[in-house]
Nanobody
């Protein structure tokens, strides 16, 4: 059974940093492309950052230069380093794995940016 378990969310002041982690199990992690999505209250879920199985990364314009996605295949983990956080980054962040027709979601972790 595939599981994606996120951690690292919390409350942070504007300008602060957080590092999200997503640990995968029950799958061959290194062949999956991995994404971080977020969903703010009243808004649609949006793609924040992606990293392919080969390590190519892509970012939403709103987070370029502030967020960094990375992966450690030996630890079946994908990370999202978030710097210079803004109140508008407040959302539930979800880990997503995809490969061909298969996709899996984590349960989400709350990030709140507020003073």
């Amino acid at each position: 059974q595939v599981q994606l378990v996120e951690s690292g969310g919390g409350l942070v002041q504007p300008g602060g940093s957080l590092r999200l982690s997503c640990v995968a199990s029950g799958m061959i992690f290194q062949i999956f492309h991995m994404d971080w999505y977020r969903q703010a209250p009243g808004k649609q879920r949006e793609l924040v950052a992606s990293i392919t199985s080969g390590g190519t990364t892509n970012y939403a314009d709103s987070v370029k230069g502030r967020f960094t996605i990375s992966r450690n295949n030996a630890q079946n983990t994908v990370y999202l380093q978030m710097n210079s956080l803004k109140p508008e980054d407040t959302a539930v962040f979800y880990c997503h794995a995809r490969r061909a027709t298969r996709e899996y979601w984590g349960q989400g972790t709350q990030v709140t940016v507020s003073s």
